[in-house]
């Protein structure tokens, strides 16, 4: 473990975490140009998981509830993830984790998380409304996916309550932290794409919202059908975010922290 950790014993699960807290620092200490490119790469490559989400959809003969399909629509969610994790784009929802290891450490500031996590959040929601955009103007062109495959696709996503929405998020972000935490620990980038696409498949078929790949998914929906409003997106940016961010710092950020500190000292 890196110098002014308060682990000294090394075990596997001590070489995770210290592999996690480099990496946080390291991103931490990233030039803002790096970080704000980085994050719009993540926000345009993990759109391609919501579109081809579209194209089942389109053309399946089942639809939400058939087995086949939901299987498929989870497996397709998943592409998107694989592009930005084993590619190491800045996505927000592994920050969640990752980049408060270290000051969980003592080795970063709050101050510095917070940069970090506006930078990453910001380039990333803007990279996938970029491409959005892009979708909407060549789908015509495409005639590959329906405008009723995105609108069903965030209809799914934005009619639930809204607590519903902020609780959900915190199961989704405590799913990201938890790859996070599996693809330190994975040796061989065929583990990293395993381990990427159980976790966010179990995302997909489970409906979970995901802030980043949502944005893409609901911004569809409010371009393309007037069933979806502003404030649907808006709440669903909202909470999605806030329960995200829960769910990675709390339950796995904070907890694996400590198991692994107080088992190690």
């Known amino acids: 473990m890196p110098a002014g950790s308060i682990v000294t014993e090394q075990t596997p699960t001590t070489e995770i975490l ?10 931490i200490r990233r030039e803002r140009t790096g970080l704000v490119l980085s994050g719009l790469s993540a926000g345009l490559d993990i759109g391609f998981g919501p579109l081809l989400m579209a194209v ?20 397709a969610y ?6 930005v994790v084993i590619g190491r784009s800045e996505l927000f929802t592994e920050h969640t984790t990752v980049a408060v290891m ?8 709050v101050r510095e998380l917070a ?13 996938g409304a970029v491409f959005t955009l892009l979708v909407v103007t060549l789908m015509p062109s495409l005639g590959v996916a329906s405008a ?13 309550d809204l607590e519903w929405l902020f609780v959900a998020g915190i199961f989704a972000g405590w799913l990201m932290g938890l790859l996070a935490w599996l693809v330190a620990a994975a040796q061989e980038t065929s583990s990293r794409f395993l381990f990427v696409w159980l976790v966010t498949a179990s995302i997909g078929i489970l409906h979970l919202p995901h802030s980043i790949a949502g944005n893409v998914e609901v911004l569809f929906g409010l371009i393309l059908s007037p069933s979806v409003t502003p404030l649907d997106y808006a709440a669903f940016l909202a909470l999605a975010t806030a329960g995200n961010a829960v769910g990675g710092v709390v339950f796995v950020g904070l907890l694996k ?9």
């Open 102 to 109: 270290p000051v969980l450490d003592g080795r970063a500031s």
């Open 148 to 160: 009723d495959a995105f609108t069903a696709i965030a209809l799914k996503l934005v009619n639930h």
């Open 56 to 75: 089942v959809l389109t053309l399946s003969t089942g639809g939400y509830g058939d087995l086949r399909t939901e299987l498929l629509l989870a497996s």
């Open 78 to 83: 998943s592409v998107g993830f694989v592009f």
């Open 257 to 265: 922290y400590t198991h692994v500190v107080r088992g190690g000292s």
């Open 115 to 127: 940069r970090l996590w506006g930078l990453v959040y910001a380039s990333n929601v803007f990279g």
């Open 18 to 27: 210290s592999s996690l807290i480099d990496t946080g620092l390291h991103e």
